[in-house]
């Protein structure tokens, strides 16, 4: 296999010095902004020397971002190549129309890497999927938000404090804000459930709450009632309609997300045979998550093509059955929180079950007034 690599970043590097260790494939071009050493004589002034290359018979896309991502590929698919990313944003805005590209050019498209990192999920996904339909999903999908809560709750430390801790480990962004505020997880649900369901949802149709006003004393109390805090995703497809969410949970120690440490990442599903099925592992890194991107491209030397689904009906996501209790803590007691609340702490409320979309429109609606409310599922 000769591979184009376009990207030769954090994990396009990961992927050529693994490559480099293999003999059934090869990195014979590759497209950078920057040079470096490493990339020596194979360095293409534009995507058509690689498309154009008849040695190429597959292209890895590394770069990130939706454009010029999409042209890119979309053209190494319509030259017959096979296309191979990690590129969650990619997947998320165009894989409809880069599977239909694919279909049509008789190739491969394959972007296991783009959710969990190192996690083989899509491709178990659609394991699953052909014995026993998937019917809920969820997980931690996010490792830095779950370095942050482990630490706080582990150390007691405060939110602001462990996300620095966080920046100089190098597992959050300067600019946090895709990990910390939920959008992140809310891209890996909606390509998630899209696979497994065999849909197609706009990732903004999933309410989203993140952990950004999390305090030292929210995990107090949530260490008070047996609980530990994490952002959680989670889908389900209950007699034809699709429901989904993102946002803090209190975890009983018996549910197995409660134990995940440090900045891993655990994803599962559930079909009515299978039950539950666990997968834990590093979310992102440079070798954890270029691994996972070399594994799609050693099943394609082995014959294994296709994709992990390739039906795709327009659905909306639809929460208006699913109720929960929520942990509230607010500076303001409104009429609305008065009128849902069931019993009262220090600072904080728990609700009788409510409806999620009503919870999370609440959340927003205080947030945007200035009320730094945190809330999270019980
Ligand atoms: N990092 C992770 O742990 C992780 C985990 C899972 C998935 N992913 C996904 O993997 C992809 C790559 O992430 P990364 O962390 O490797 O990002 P990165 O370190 O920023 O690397 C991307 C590289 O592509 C280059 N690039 C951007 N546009 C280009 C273009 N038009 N032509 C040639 N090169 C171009 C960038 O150059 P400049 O820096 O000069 O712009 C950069 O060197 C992203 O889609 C990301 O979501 C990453």
New binding site residues.
């Given amino acids: 296999m000769n591979i184009g690599l376009?990207?030769?970043?954090?994990?396009?590097i990961g992927v050529d010095r693994i490559i480099k260790k293999r003999t059934d494939m090869a990195v014979t071009k590759v497209?950078?902004?920057?040079m470096d050493d490493e990339i020596g004589d194979r360095l293409a002034a534009s995507i058509d020397e690689i498309v154009n290359d008849p040695e190429i018979d597959t292209v890895v896309e590394?770069?990130?971002?939706v454009h010029?991502a999409f042209e890119f590929v979309s053209a190494a698919l319509k030259h017959g190549k096979n296309a191979v990313?990690?590129?969650?944003?990619?997947v998320a805005a165009c894989y409809e129309e880069l599977v239909a590209l694919a279909k049509e050019n008789n190739v491969t498209f394959r972007c296991t890497?783009?959710v969990g990192?190192s996690i083989p999920w899509l491709i178990n996904i659609e394991r699953a999927n052909r014995v026993n339909p998937v019917e809920s999903l969820g997980g931690i999908m996010n490792g830095t938000t779950n370095f942050i809560m482990s630490a706080m709750t582990n150390e007691g430390a405060d939110f602001d404090e462990t996300l620095k801790k966080a920046q100089e480990l190098g597992y959050a962004e300067k600019d946090p804000s895709a990990d910390i505020d939920g959008p992140d997880v809310r891209r890996k649900l909606s390509i998630s459930l899209n696979v497994a369901f065999g849909v197609l949802t706009g990732e903004e149709e999933i309410p989203t709450a993140g952990l950004r006003y999390v305090t030292a004393e929210d995990v107090k109390n949530a260490k008070a009632m047996g609980r530990t805090i994490k952002l959680i995703a989670s889908a389900e497809r209950k007699d034809g309609v699709i429901s989904a969410t993102v946002e803090p949970a209190f975890l009983t120690g018996d549910e197995v997300m409660a134990s995940i440490p440090s900045n891993f990442n655990l994803v599962w599903y559930r079909g009515e045979d299978c039950d539950l099925q666990c997968f834990v592992g590093q979310g992102?890194?440079?070798f954890p998550?270029a691994y996972n991107v070399v594994e799609d491209l050693v099943d394609l030397t082995e014959g294994r093509t296709g994709f992990y689904t390739d039906s795709f009906t327009p659905a909306s996501i639809d929460n208006s059955n699913v109720f929960r209790p929520y942990y509230v803590r607010s500076a303001v007691t409104d009429e609305y929180l008065a009128s849902v609340t069931e019993t009262t702490g220090e600072g904080y409320v728990i609700t009788r079950p409510v409806n999620v979309a009503e919870m999370h429109a609440y959340i927003k609606a205080q947030i945007e007034n200035g009320n730094p409310v945190f809330a999270a599922s019980v």
């Avoid at 376009?6 to 396009?12: E, M, V, Y």
């Avoid at 590394?62 to 971002?65: C, I, S, T």
């Avoid at 990313?85 to 990619?90: F, I, P, V």
């Fill in positions: 376009l990207g030769h970043g954090t994990i396009g497209m950078s902004l920057v590394v770069m990130g971002g010029p990313t990690a590129n969650k944003a990619l890497a783009s990192g992102a890194g440079r998550t």
